[in-house]
């Protein structure tokens, strides 16, 4: 079956440091992959996406992630976080051939203290 | 342009209640997905609508079901209310609900069940 792994429920991080945010899935066909990010009663806004190519996706607000095939994995990273990052961010997938169902992991609620 | 509309942002039901939720999309997408969000659970595919038809289904109890207008709005019911079904159901348009598109996220429907 196919599943997205969040590494971490939660991270905190100071103001201006790095933050890298994991992601693991398993599937046994070919994943489309996906950064969003979620603000308090919001809904979810794409923040970056893999779909084929280069394996360094650039995406909005200074984000950036890696797809590693090998270690199927796609985290996602900003060299230098805001206080306005703090938010929750999920990785998502949609497989080959299977239209637009999208499979979620469980978040990762960043958390950038001043 | 206008984003996704979901309306109403707030319900509260009693068990055993029904409910519909109604969701608008941005003009001239035709792809209309709903997820269902929990803090157990987290982000969970329902079902997905394409031109009228419902082209992909989650796993979720008959309970749970959708339609699509001709003019693409979507309504989610969900009959005979549980207090597990107590979520944040958000609504996702796509343009045409391709592998690689994006979808846009409404703010949600907090639906409460007593």
């Known amino acids: 079956a196919q599943s997205v792994t969040q590494l971490d429920s939660q991270v905190p991080v100071f103001e201006e440091a790095p933050v890298e945010l994991r992601c693991n899935y398993s599937s046994s066909v070919s994943v489309y992959l996906f950064w969003y990010v979620q603000y308090p009663n919001q809904g979810l806004q794409l923040l970056l996406k893999?779909?084929?190519?280069?394996?360094l996706v650039k995406g909005i607000n200074g984000f950036e992630a890696e797809f590693n095939k090998s270690q199927t994995s796609f985290h996602l990273r900003k060299p230098s976080v805001h206080i306005s990052d703090t938010a929750e961010y999920f990785c998502a997938v949609r497989l080959d051939g299977g239209g637009f169902k999208t499979i979620f992991g469980a978040g990762t609620r960043l958390f950038v203290k001043a | 342009k206008a984003g996704v509309t979901q309306t109403p942002r707030y319900l509260i039901k009693t068990r055993g209640q029904q409910v519909t939720l109604s969701c608008s999309p941005i003009s001239g997408h035709r792809s209309v997905s709903w997820y269902q969000q929990t803090p157990g659970q987290g982000l969970q595919f329902l079902f997905e609508?394409?031109?009228?038809?419902?082209?992909n289904k989650g796993n979720f109890p008959g309970r749970f079901s959708g339609r699509q207008f001709s003019n693409s709005r979507s309504e989610m019911n969900v009959s005979t209310l549980e207090l597990g079904d107590s979520a944040l159901y958000l609504c996702a348009s796509s343009l045409i609900g391709n592998r690689e598109g994006e979808a846009f996220f409404g703010q949600g429907t907090r639906l409460t069940v007593v």
């Open positions: 893999y779909l084929s190519g280069s394996t």
């Open positions: 609508y394409f031109s009228e038809t419902q082209r």
